[in-house]
């Protein structure tokens, strides 16, 4: 009897059904995650709300590097043939953020144009602005590749106070943005040019807490001899190792990733070997999109969580009626003191919290009075999330990777990496030497003469 009394609260304690992991995270983001950053201003301090696109669109690869390092050479690579809009050149070429996508037909869509299409995860960008817009194209064109992933490619990186002002948007936040989305960022070194900018090395501190997605490339690396590449490898390493603060070591790819024969070819079995692990690593990110986006919800869900408590914090201190100008100071220089004290109450780990100079110099701008105090209910459903939902996510993850066949990409150097030109056996047995200069009057004609005798 009056059973229906407690329907409510069982229903609450279920985890929902859904059909596809793609559609379980918009309902989970839109009716659960998305009511408490609105309640907080997450999207002010942190990064605009997710759309459909989001979580639909294809893996993405961001590259990222110094100018002339081979970035845009390397999706020629990649693809095995020019995209729209592409420029390759030993001085700074590449000026526009292009977003290589697959398309029936080659074109090119403007970045004003791109903002405002709903498939597209671009819709966002429009914060940036006409100055980033008008250096945001699409390059569309059919390739087997493009059906798999999707490509970025940036601006190089450039040294000097002057090129940083004239971009005339803030390329460091841009790149965060894109960081947040991607599936795969890779960091592309000249193995000529290993001094690293003061935009480089803010680039890269913008690239934190995406730690996992980063690869790094030593790329050129068929110019030099096999000494100086050893000391070019640890030079390198030293250089990141004061930037990027891991413990651990990141997993740096050496190589020459363009079309043309290698210049040095004494190292040919070490960039091969190499090759063949990036690629590998790109080839699997078709299988692991839905993982990552799961991830990146987490992770998502985990700071806005931080953020409730560190705005409602900031709310129940504020006076009602004088004073109020002089509490907001004192409260915003003493924010490291409140992450403390919330850390503590909410058994919250360090790393979950916001940058402290970057949250106190955004809470210069705000109102303190208009926050928001706690809403309990608005966490619990987050937390529900978190315990409940998530979990079935996952098993639907690993239902929906047994039931479809092993997603690769396919197509352009993939397809070369095993049995193409320049895969395992190209330079030896008869085709010993082949990148050699001297290898048809020398070696050549002596093979010849064997074979005739």
Known sequence: MFSWLGTDDRRKKEPEVFQTVSDGLKKLYKTKLLPL???????????PALEDADFDNKPMVLLVGQYSTGKTSFIRYLLEQDFPGMRIGPEPTTDSFIAVMHGDTEGVIPGNALV????????KLNAFGNAFLNRFVCAQLPNP??????????PGILSGEKQRISRGYDFAAVLEWFAERVDRIILLFDAHKLDISDEFSEVIKALKNHEDKIRVVLNKADQIETQQLMRVYGALMWSLGKIVNTPEVIRVYIGSFWSHPLLIPDNRKLFEAEEQDLFKDIQSLPRNAALRKLNDLIKRARLAKVHAYI???????MPSVFGKENKKKELIGSLGDIYKRIEREHQISPGDFPNLKKMQDQLQAQDLTKFQPLKPKLLEAVDDMLANDIASLMVLVRQEETQRPNPVVKGGAFDGTLDGPFGHGYGEGAGEGIDEA???????LEMLKQLIL
């Open 116 to 123: 405002v299409d709903p498939k597209k995860p671009f819709r």
């Open 311 to 317: 705005i409602s914090s900031l709310k129940k201190e």
């Open 37 to 47: 950053e609105e309640s907080y201003k997450f999207h002010e301090f942190h990064s």
């Open 145 to 154: 590749v493009l059906e798999s992933i999707s490509v970025i490619d940036t």
């Open 438 to 444: 001297e290898w048809v009057e020398g070696q050549g």
